[in-house]
């Protein structure tokens, strides 16, 4: 322990937190503006702004924020800026929040910037509520009957509902009827306990009736298709070229079905969101998939989680994804990527400007391939929310430069690194980074990573004095029973933010207590230097 806290000392550097830099002050406008113009529960019931106006609120909202903060800044004692970061974060939220319920403006001649007029039109008719049930013709007939009149719905779901073949050819001339004025169409888990060829004929007929209709959105998930449903779906798929939205979630999607899915969509340049979640793709449907993905040049939101993809089908995607320059969420968890592939992603994150949430959990990384991703984050993502990468065998080798990307995130709202290997050593350099700023940090795992009460201690400390911070997971680690007191007693005017700590082992690993037991004083000693 002694040369590796040395080691430690020789990084340490001091953070001074305010005045933010005028990038930052920039990168909080245009991300408010992005939130503004975004619709919402409160554009649909307010209006939404226009870019234009967007941005001249934003502005403003910063400008009244920094002074705010500044001001309590000159009166701070300690002066390195923390709480005026907070204040900072905390009153430009409640600034934009007003804004977001005053609504647009009225212009000059009377009209509003808003899509409350359009909201109105756009009318979900949803029949998956309640129970999953088998539905026969008769029954179909009734539940669809809305339909059958005159109507303005833009969105169908017929999601939880299992659709026989007399059910499917009284919903054909319905769908047929209404295609032209549909935008998002939801059939996910619609032929749920049918056969193999009841269902794709099914399929087929859903398919048919609803080729040539222009959506954005399409839920084909929980259907169990594998190539053949894939193929059955043709009509519809071959006939999208606008879509924004496309989910293939717990489909069976395998090699060949992936490849049926990248050789019917005939067009993804407005694709926005792409999910593929739990499926069976492997290496050859990640290269697949990597085939749409580089054709996506829209996309934000990618998910292939649960996709059993290797090492080959992880450089593949990676590679795919650096031409999405405005990707905001990325979720690859639980595959089989490991240290090549880990790497070949670092080098596509710089392209991530605007990424919010990143989920590379359970991916075999190992120290190698975490140091190296967490290396690109530190140098970009300012604005990332959502830092997940457990299960990745991570030690106190790579925990310095893991500890330095997340003192970076200063948005960070939820920290995930449970059952890695991170110690004492880790703990202390994690809660370190954790310290400063972080305002908005509402939840850390660091659950499974063989912490005594010393990492214990100071990862409860960082946290527990945060507004708004919710639950600090430390549960399955090795905190004596005289530590876990400790604990409830640092969280003694806020029990709730401390997790359950059940499944703790204050007899786990001897030889580690022991060390602490014998150099508590002097872990002590070395803290006072340490930094990041």
């Given at each position: 322990?002694?040369?590796?806290?040395?080691?430690?000392?020789?990084?340490?550097?001091?953070?001074?937190?305010?005045?933010?830099?005028?990038?930052t002050?920039?990168?909080?406008?245009?991300?408010?503006?992005?939130?503004l113009t975004?619709?919402?529960?409160?554009?649909?019931?307010?209006?939404?702004?226009?870019?234009?106006?967007a941005?001249?609120?934003?502005?403003?909202?910063?400008?009244?924020?920094?002074?705010?903060?500044?001001?309590?800044?000159?009166?701070?004692?300690?002066?390195?800026?923390?709480?005026?970061?907070q204040?900072?974060?905390?009153?430009?939220?409640?600034?934009?929040?007003?804004?977001?319920?005053?609504?647009?403006?009225?212009?000059?001649?009377?009209?509003?910037?808003?899509?409350?007029?359009?909201?109105?039109?756009?009318?979900?008719?949803?029949?998956?509520?309640?129970?999953?049930?088998?539905?026969?013709?008769?029954?179909?007939?009734?539940?669809?009957?809305?339909?059958?009149?005159?109507?303005?719905?833009?969105?169908?779901?017929?999601?939880?509902?299992?659709?026989?073949l007399?059910?499917?050819?009284?919903?054909?001339?319905?769908?047929?009827?209404?295609?032209?004025?549909?935008?998002?169409?939801?059939?996910?888990?619609?032929i749920?306990?049918?056969?193999?060829?009841?269902?794709?004929?099914?399929?087929?007929?859903?398919?048919?009736a609803?080729?040539?209709?222009?959506?954005?959105?399409?839920?084909?998930?929980n259907?169990?298709?594998?190539?053949?449903g894939?193929?059955?779906?043709?009509?519809?798929?071959?006939?999208?070229?606008?879509?924004?939205?496309?989910?293939?979630?717990?489909?069976?999607?395998?090699?060949?079905?992936?490849?049926?899915?990248?050789?019917?969509?005939?067009?993804t340049?407005?694709?926005?969101?792409?999910?593929?979640?739990?499926?069976?793709?492997?290496?050859?449907?990640?290269?697949?998939?990597?085939?749409?993905?580089?054709?996506?040049?829209?996309?934000?939101?990618?998910?292939?989680?649960?996709?059993?993809?290797?090492?080959?089908?992880?450089?593949?995607?990676?590679?795919a994804?650096?031409?999405?320059?405005?990707?905001?969420?990325?979720?690859?968890?639980?595959?089989?990527?490991?240290?090549?592939?880990?790497?070949?992603?670092?080098k596509?994150?710089?392209?991530?400007?605007?990424?919010?949430?990143?989920?590379?959990?359970?991916?075999?990384?190992?120290d190698?391939?975490?140091?190296?991703?967490?290396?690109?984050?530190?140098?970009?993502?300012?604005?990332?929310?959502?830092?997940?990468?457990?299960?990745?065998?991570?030690?106190?080798?790579?925990a310095?430069?893991?500890?330095?990307?997340?003192?970076?995130?200063?948005?960070?709202?939820?920290?995930?690194?449970?059952?890695?290997?991170?110690?004492?050593?880790?703990?202390?350099?994690?809660?370190?980074?954790?310290?400063?700023?972080?305002?908005?940090?509402?939840?850390?795992?660091?659950?499974?990573?063989?912490?005594?009460?010393?990492?214990?201690?100071?990862?409860?400390?960082?946290?527990?004095?945060?507004?708004?911070?919710?639950?600090?997971?430390?549960?399955?680690?090795?905190?004596?029973?005289?530590?876990i007191?400790?604990?409830?007693?640092?969280?003694?005017?806020?029990?709730?933010?401390?997790?359950?700590?059940?499944?703790?082992?204050?007899?786990?690993?001897?030889?580690?207590?022991?060390?602490?037991?014998?150099?508590?004083?002097?872990?002590?000693?070395?803290?006072?230097?340490?930094?990041?």
């Amino acid at each position: 322990m002694d040369s590796t806290a040395q080691t430690y000392q020789h990084r340490s550097l001091s953070i001074k937190l305010w005045p933010p830099s005028q990038s930052t002050r920039l990168m909080l406008v245009e991300r408010m503006t992005k939130n503004l113009t975004t619709p919402s529960i409160f554009s649909r019931k307010y209006g939404l702004l226009s870019k234009e106006e967007a941005e001249g609120d934003a502005k403003q909202i910063e400008d009244i924020a920094f002074a705010t903060a500044t001001q309590h800044f000159e009166k701070e004692p300690d002066g390195d800026g923390s709480s005026a970061v907070q204040i900072y974060a905390k009153e430009s939220s409640k600034l934009m929040l007003e804004v977001l319920k005053r609504g647009p403006r009225a212009k000059e001649d009377g009209e509003l910037i808003s899509e409350k007029a359009g909201a109105t039109a756009e009318t979900v008719f949803d029949i998956s509520g309640g129970r999953r049930a088998f539905i026969d013709g008769e029954e179909a007939a009734e539940l669809l009957k809305p339909l059958r009149a005159p109507n303005s719905y833009t969105k169908i779901c017929f999601s939880n509902r299992s659709f026989g073949l007399d059910a499917a050819r009284v919903a054909e001339p319905i769908l047929i009827s209404i295609k032209d004025q549909l935008k998002e169409v939801d059939i996910s888990d619609f032929i749920a306990g049918r056969p193999e060829a009841e269902a794709l004929e099914v399929m087929t007929i859903f398919s048919s009736a609803l080729e040539g209709c222009v959506l954005r959105y399409l839920n084909l998930s929980n259907n169990a298709m594998g190539e053949k449903g894939v193929r059955a779906f043709r009509s519809l798929l071959k006939s999208q070229n606008n879509l924004e939205e496309l989910y293939l979630m717990n489909d069976g999607i395998s090699e060949e079905a992936a490849k049926a899915v990248s050789e019917l969509i005939p067009s993804t340049e407005k694709l926005r969101v792409l999910h593929f979640h739990n499926n069976m793709t492997g290496d050859e449907g990640a290269v697949a998939i990597a085939e749409i993905v580089k054709r996506s040049l829209a996309l934000e939101d990618f998910r292939c989680s649960s996709t059993r993809v290797g090492s080959d089908g992880g450089v593949a995607l990676a590679e795919a994804l650096g031409v999405c320059k405005h990707l905001k969420k990325l979720d690859l968890r639980d595959n089989m990527f490991g240290v090549e592939a880990g790497v070949a992603l670092s080098k596509v994150i710089p392209a991530f400007i605007d990424l919010t949430e990143i989920y590379l959990s359970y991916l075999n990384l190992e120290d190698d391939g975490a140091e190296a991703l967490a290396n690109a984050l530190k140098e970009s993502a300012p604005s990332l929310e959502i830092l997940d990468m457990a299960g990745n065998d991570i030690t106190v080798k790579a925990a310095a430069s893991v500890a330095a990307c997340i003192s970076s995130k200063q948005f960070l709202t939820k920290l995930n690194l449970a059952e890695n290997e991170l110690r004492d050593e880790g703990a202390v350099l994690i809660s370190k980074a954790l310290e400063g700023g972080h305002g908005q940090l509402n939840e850390v795992d660091l659950s499974t990573n063989s912490i005594t009460w010393s990492g214990a201690r100071l990862l409860a400390e960082a946290v527990v004095q945060k507004p708004g911070f919710k639950l600090l997971n430390i549960n399955a680690n090795f905190i004596s029973d005289e530590g876990i007191d400790e604990l409830k007693n640092i969280f003694k005017n806020s029990p709730d933010m401390l997790g359950p700590l059940d499944e703790n082992d204050p007899e786990g690993d001897i030889d580690e207590e022991a060390e602490e037991d014998a150099g508590h004083d002097e872990l002590e000693s070395k803290l006072k230097g340490l930094g990041i």
